[in-house]
């Protein structure tokens, strides 16, 4: 090798999963990627637990749109295990809380959906200004299009809960509710 090319290379640094580095992520920042990342996991089985919950009770479409949140929640933690990757970092991943499996009501569920998703976002808006701290533009990049699908999500769920809310537990208004999110 041409000592300019060794020179070239010895300057480049690499992470631990041995991929070069073209700028190191600062260690809060990596420390709060990772705890985000176990919550989109969480989220993931969460939202599986919700959509067993309806299964068990015969509303179908709840259970469906559930079920769909889980694998997004799931894309959602690929894309930062990515990004993490992309970075060259390693992913190491953390034990996962039981979920919890049971609610008095379909209130209850949908307003504890719609609490994980503004905890989600406020974990997002922390990483977003970390990540401006320590001028890591490549990571506000990355996070803008995350913050604007939290707003979609809180909007879903807030949806969701002023109908269930409407509906006053009435079956039949329920059931409307169930066919309506098995047609999405
Ligand atoms: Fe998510």
Redesign the pocket.
């Known amino acids: 090798m041409p000592e300019s090319s060794l020179q070239f290379s010895q300057s480049l640094k690499f992470g631990s999963s041995g991929r070069a580095i073209a700028q190191e992520i600062d260690d809060s920042l990596l420390e709060n990627l990772f705890e985000h990342l176990t ?2 996991r969480n ?2 089985v969460q939202y599986f637990s919700m959509s067993l919950w309806f299964k068990e009770r015969e509303l179908r479409g709840f259970s469906s749109f559930f079920l769909r949140e889980s694998r ?2 799931m ?3 690929q894309k930062f295990t990515d990004y993490l990757i992309a970075r060259g970092y390693k992913i190491n991943l953390k034990d996962l809380p039981s979920p919890v499996q049971e609610w008095d009501s379909i209130q209850d569920l949908i307003s504890f959906a719609f609490k994980m ?1 503004s905890d ?1 976002t406020t974990s997002v808006e922390q990483l977003y200004s970390i990540s401006e701290r320590s001028s890591d533009i490549r990571t506000n990049v990355f996070l803008d299009p ?1 913050v604007e ?2 707003i979609k ?1 809180e909007d879903t769920f807030a949806y969701l809960l002023g109908k269930i809310k409407f509906a006053e537990n009435q079956p039949s208004a329920v059931l409307i509710i169930d066919k309506e999110l098995n047609e999405e």
Do not use: D, F, V
């Open positions: 919550m989109e989220a993931n997004e929640e894309l959602h933690a998703e989600l995350i699908s939290q999500s």
